[in-house]
T-cell receptor, first 110, second 113 residues
Framework: DAKTTQPNSMESNEEEPVHLPCNHS???????IHWYRQLPSQGPEYVIH???SNVNNRMASLAIAEDRKSSTLILHRATLRDAAVYYC???????????FGKGTSLLVTP | DAGVTQSPTHLIKTRGQQVTLRCSPK?????VSWYQQALGQGPQFIFQ???????QRGNFPDRFSGHQFPNYSSELNVNALLLGDSALYLC????????????FGDGTRLSIL
C-alpha cells in the first residue's frame, strides 16, 4: 500500500487558517486521497477526499499538487472544535481498507 | 437519519472468554468495515464485509471473525480473548468503492482483565 507522511503535531490560533500537509510520493493513479479526523472519545469523521482536482466542502478544502505526490488540507478558520488528530489516507478505487497512520495532532489555542 | 450505531458502548471481559460486538450501518450503506484502535494509535483494519461475504482481511488472527446479515448489519466475534485485545473497536459503513467515504460509529470500548 502506498504510504503517507504527516507531521506529528501542529499548532494554530483560533480563527486563523490551518494548512495540514501530507506527502504521498508513491501514490498510484487509482488512489483517492482521503482525509479523516478524530476528536477525543469519538470515532473518526470523514472530512474530504479527492483524486486529481482541488476540492471544497463545508468543512475544509483539499489542495492536491499537480504531480499528486503531496496534498494539503485547509481549514479556513480554525475553531477550538477543530482540535483533533487528522489522518491523510490513500484509498484505492476498489474501496478496500482505510490504512490509518499516526496522523497529525492539531492543537488550537484561543 | 441515524448514523452508524454500535453496541455495547463498553464491555469488560476476562482472558479466554469470547465476545460479540454489533454494528448497524448508516441507512443506504451496504459495506461494513471493522477496525481496532489501541490507546494512542491509529485504527487498524480488521476486515470488510459486502453482500454477506468477507471481502478483505487485515493482519488479524482467526480468533477474529465476523458476519454480515441480509439487512447489512454486522457482528464482530473475538474468541479466546487476550489482554492485548483491549482496545476500541470501530465499525464503519459506506457504499462500495474507493470514492465512497466511510462513516464511523463511536466504537465499543473492550477491556480485558
Amino acid at each position: 500500500d502506498a504510504k503517507t507522511t504527516q507531521p506529528n503535531s501542529m499548532e494554530s490560533n483560533e480563527e486563523e487558517p490551518v494548512h495540514l500537509p501530507c506527502n504521498h510520493s508513491t501514490i498510484s493513479g487509482t488512489d483517492y486521497i482521503h482525509w479523516y479526523r478524530q476528536l477525543p472519545s469519538q470515532g473518526p469523521e470523514y472530512v474530504i477526499h479527492g483524486l486529481t482536482s482541488n476540492v471544497n466542502n463545508r468543512m475544509a478544502s483539499l489542495a492536491i499538487a499537480e504531480d499528486r505526490k503531496s496534498s494539503t488540507l485547509i481549514l479556513h478558520r480554525a475553531t477550538l472544535r477543530d482540535a483533533a488528530v487528522y489522518y491523510c489516507i490513500l484509498r484505492d478505487i476498489s474501496g478496500y481498507a482505510l490504512n490509518f497512520g499516526k496522523g497529525t495532532s492539531l492543537l488550537v489555542t484561543p | 437519519d441515524a448514523g452508524v450505531t454500535q453496541s455495547p458502548t463498553h464491555l469488560i471481559k476476562t482472558r479466554g472468554q469470547q465476545v460479540t460486538l454489533r454494528c448497524s450501518p448508516k441507512s443506504g450503506h451496504d459495506t461494513v468495515s471493522w477496525y481496532q484502535q489501541a490507546l494512542g494509535q491509529g485504527p487498524q483494519f480488521i476486515f470488510q464485509y459486502y453482500e454477506e461475504e468477507e471481502r478483505q482481511r487485515g493482519n488479524f488472527p482467526d480468533r477474529f471473525s465476523g458476519h454480515q446479515f441480509p439487512n447489512y448489519s454486522s457482528e464482530l466475534n473475538v474468541n479466546a480473548l487476550l489482554l492485548g485485545d483491549s482496545a476500541l473497536y470501530l465499525c464503519a459503513s459506506s457504499g462500495l468503492g474507493g470514492a465512497q467515504p466511510q462513516h464511523f460509529g463511536d466504537g465499543t470500548r473492550l477491556s480485558i482483565l
